[in-house]
């Protein structure tokens, strides 16, 4: 079983940067990370996915500005987001899935406010 702790949200103006990190308990090398995002009342949607392989992919309304990453030495996935937008606000979700088997961790808050 992995436990995965999100951190690193907060309140940022229009065009600000912050990097969430996702810290793992356990070997993420065979997972396929992703992060999430979800506001009150929505369901949650997909943000980016780095396989184990390396491959990415964006949903389109963050492409070009979010970069997904990950280290597989420290169990850790980052997301840094850049040119943030007040749309962007939501809780954000890590998550891994390893043979089928999906975890997620409790998630941070990310605000985009002036």
């Known amino acids: 079983q992995v436990q995965l702790v999100e951190s690193g949200g907060g309140l940022v103006h229009p065009g600000g940067s912050l990097r969430l990190t996702c810290a793992a308990s356990g070997n993420i090398n065979i997972a396929a990370m992703s992060w999430a995002r979800q506001t009150p009342g929505n369901p949650r949607e997909y943000v980016a996915t780095?396989?184990?392989?390396?491959?990415?992919s964006y949903a389109d309304y963050v492409k070009g500005r979010f970069t997904i990453s990950r280290e597989n030495t420290l169990n850790t996935v980052y997301l840094q987001m850049n040119n943030l937008k007040p749309d962007d606000t939501a809780v954000y979700y890590c998550?891994?899935?390893?043979?089928?088997?999906?975890?997620w961790g409790l998630g941070t808050q990310v605000t985009v406010s002036s």
């Open positions: 998550a891994a899935k390893i043979v089928g088997t999906s975890y």
């Open positions: 780095i396989t184990p392989d390396g491959t990415i």
